[in-house]
Structure formats: C-alpha cells, structure tokens
C-alpha cells in the first residue's frame, strides 16, 4: 500500500508539473522574463512557506537553528537547480511541451536517479541506498532497469521530435510551437536537463531540516516541506538575477504597469502557473516520504511530467501535420515510458 500511495502521489505531482506552463499562455502581451519571474515569485517566494505553515509546526525556529554548512549547501544546490529551472523554461519555450521536456527531463531523469546512489556508495549513509546495495538485489536491479528503460522511452521521443523537425515547414513548425527552435532549444534543453537534477541533491543535502520537522511533531508526509524553503531561496535567486536583466536589456520593465496589458490576469495567470509548478514538489515529498529520495521516486516523477506534457502536446496540435511514422514513433516513446514506471513501481515494492 506504501508503494501505490507512493506512486499516486508522484503522478500527482507529475501531472502538476507537467501541465504548470499552461498557464502561461494565457498571458498577454507581456515579454517572457516578465511573466516567468512573476510565477517564480508564487513558486519560490510566496507558496513554500504557505504549505510550510500549514503542515510543520513552527517551521522557521527549525531553520534558524539548522547548521549553517546545511543551510548553505542546500540553498547553493538550489542555486544551480535555478539555473537548471530558468533553461527548462526556456527549452520548452524553443521546443514545445512534448520535446522540451522529453529531452530535459531525459538528462535530468539520469542524473538525479543515479548520482544518489552513486554518491552513497563513496560516502555510506545509514539508511541509505548505494548503487552497490541497489545491484546486490532483485528490487534494485528492477529499478536499475526501470531507469535504463525510462531513458531509452525518452530518446525515442526525442527521435520522433527530429522527424517532426525534418518533416515540417518552417510555417508548420513555427504554428504548432510559436518560437520552435531545434538546434537552440536541444543546447539549452540538455543544460537544463543536468543541472535541474540539483533540486534532488538539494533535498538530500537539506535531509536534516526534514527529520528535524518530525521530530517536532511535524508530519512525516509533509517533511520536506521545510526543506523546500531553503532550496526554493537559491532557485528565486538565479531565475531573479536573469530575468531582472533581461528586463533591462529588452528595456520591459514597464510590463509590469503597461495598461494597454490585463495586468490582473497576467499576475494571476502567472501566479497560477507558479504555484501549480510548486505543487510538483509538494506532491514529489509526500511521494517520497513513501519511497524514500533514491532512484524510485526522482524517475517516477520524472516519467510522469513527461507523459502529462506529450499528453499536453497533443492537445495542443503539436504535432499536427507530422507523417504516421513519425506519429508512430512518438506514441512507442510514451508506450516505453510507462512500462518503465511499472518496473520502477515494482522494484521498489520488492
């Protein structure tokens, strides 16, 4: 039962994450940077501590008396998801929700799956999985494979976005995805991919503010809630910096006061898309507190944002006008990936 809360409450969080850029296309006539710092102000800054206060008991007297070295590791390890986050935007504005986040979180399925593991075997944590004790059982080398397979599921879905890309006029491309661009968004995409896999070395590094919430009485389910506080601070920091000078150099400060634009929708279309984006992490802690933080919960909420924004792109004609093969090939992609859940799922129930 554990294992199937455990898997629900990822897909939740998948779900969240994989539908939050929607929103953002309800806004008009606002310049990138400035709708997507607007969300990661409700992201980062405002939503965490709201869903700290209402499930950890005094909360912020648990983050004052933290040890500053863990403090300041988890908020550095949320610096660099920020920036990792701030691409994955950007990727999926250049490739579309389907490819955008088929190769992003492709990278980042890999790295924040693996590197745990791998990082338990050199510094063994009670508790703790290795890569060793995940090979040395059947359960394990079950998960092992889920990963394995998750990943080939994402290259091909990756394939079937280079036949969209062969077979599309530039018109096409450019209706389906309004800013499509292949070579810039795979760059950007692949950055993004390895450096988003941070926020779950952030809630590793962070683990001590989790198990000090329980241990005030707080609920195990809602534990890395406090964690999420001090990460967040470095992905607000990194998403601020770039998008402050972007609004300088695209001279779009005055998005914010425009009255030729709904700015009341704006902010709450924003706000919406920022808050359904934390919400993935919200429901990925409650995953976790199932799971536990290894290989099982990062690629089971990886696969699932994935499914829910090819979901996505095919609602929204994404790949409309693309040949039945390359269709074809997109369909097995999804196929493949969920048969890697249900490994997933059941390695981690042996």
């Not at 850029?21 to 102000?41: Q, T």
């Not at 009670?126 to 494979?145: E, R």
């Not at 290259?155 to 995805?177: C, N, P, R």
Request: net charge positive; aromatic share 14%.
């Amino acid at each position: 039962m554990s294992s199937l809360l455990g898997i629900l409450f990822h897909s939740l969080g998948g779900f969240a994450s994989g539908s939050f850029y929607l929103p953002f296309s309800r806004v008009k006539g606002w310049a990138w940077e400035s709708f997507w710092i607007v969300g990661g102000v409700f992201s980062w800054l405002i939503v965490p501590p709201v869903a700290a206060y209402l499930t950890i008991p005094d909360f912020p007297t648990i983050i004052a008396n933290a040890d500053p070295t863990i403090k300041l590791i988890t908020y550095m390890m949320g610096l660099m998801w920020g920036i990792g986050g701030l691409t994955y935007g950007l990727g999926v504005r250049f490739l579309g929700m389907s490819l955008g986040n088929s190769v992003v979180l492709g990278f980042c399925s890999a790295f924040g799956a693996l590197v745990p593991p791998i990082y338990y075997t050199i510094n063994p944590v009670a508790g703790k999985a290795s890569l060793t004790d995940m090979m040395g059982s059947n359960g394990g080398q079950l998960v092992l494979l889920g990963v394995l397979v998750c990943l080939v599921g994402i290259a091909i879905s990756g394939k079937a976005g280079m036949m969209k890309e062969a077979e599309l006029t530039e018109a096409e491309k450019k209706a389906s995805v309004k800013e499509f661009s292949l070579t810039k968004g795979l760059i950007i995409a692949i950055i993004s991919g390895i450096l988003s896999s941070f926020f779950n070395f952030g809630i590793e590094a962070g683990k001590p503010l989790a198990e000090a919430a329980v241990q005030q009485g707080g609920n195990p389910l809602f534990q890395n809630n406090v964690t999420y506080v001090v990460l967040l601070w470095g992905g607000l920091t990194t998403n601020f910096l770039w998008c402050m000078y972007l609004n300088a150099k695209n001279k779009t400060f005055g998005d914010y006061t425009n009255p030729r634009t709904p700015i009341v929708s704006n902010v709450l279309f924003s706000g919406l898309a920022g808050t359904m984006w934390f919400l993935q992490f919200f429901f990925y802690g409650m995953g976790e507190s199932k799971l536990g933080n290894g290989a099982s919960s990062w690629i089971l909420h990886m696969a699932t944002i994935i499914l829910t924004a090819n979901f996505w792109g095919l609602y929204l004609n994404e790949w409309r006008g693309v040949s039945a093969s390359t269709f074809r090939t997109f369909v097995a992609g999804i196929v493949v990936i969920l048969i890697s859940i249900v490994l997933v799922g059941t390695g981690n129930s042996l």
